[in-house]
């Protein structure tokens, strides 16, 4: 007869044990939910106000540019823009137009001295992808100079 009061005893412990956690979590979770909610597009106590990211359509296409980054939107875009935006704004890499050789170069200057990764297949999409979309520009700059004929500066 002991051991079975002893019994109910416990399971009262334990059902009173088990409804303070379970109302520490939802206290908690409630609280989390408003921080959350509060962090998003309030200002903060310096002034500074964030725009909140639109990430719900993060690849969203509009009159033929991947809204996002700027890229144009042409074969390769998806490899360019998931390689070639974690470290910097597309518009570093839209406003070099440079030719293939130039493009392997920069790639390979940057995996030597900046942490990027090795891209693999992807490198020769990306390459053909920037050459073709964004082509170097030759105007208003003129061609460097070549097979000049240098004559000598008698005093
Ligand atoms: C791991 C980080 C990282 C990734 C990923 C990355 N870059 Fe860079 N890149 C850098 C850094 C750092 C610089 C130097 C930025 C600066 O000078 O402000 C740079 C500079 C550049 C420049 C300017 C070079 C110059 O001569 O001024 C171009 C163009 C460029 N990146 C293109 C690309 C392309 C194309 C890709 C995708 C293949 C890419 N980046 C991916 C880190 C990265």
Redesign the pocket.
Known sequence: MSENRNFWKNSRRVYRLLIVICTLALVSGILIFYINRDAQGEPEADGTEYTKFEDEEPNRIENGIHVRTGFIDAPGLQE?VN??T???SAK??IQ?RMNAER?HA??RW?QET???WP?GDNEDI?VDY?VTNYPPQNKGRREGLENLDWYELKP
Do not use: S
């Open positions: 360019t390689n070639c974690n470290c910097h570093l890499v070099n493009w920069t790639i940057m900046q942490n990027l891209l990306i920037l």
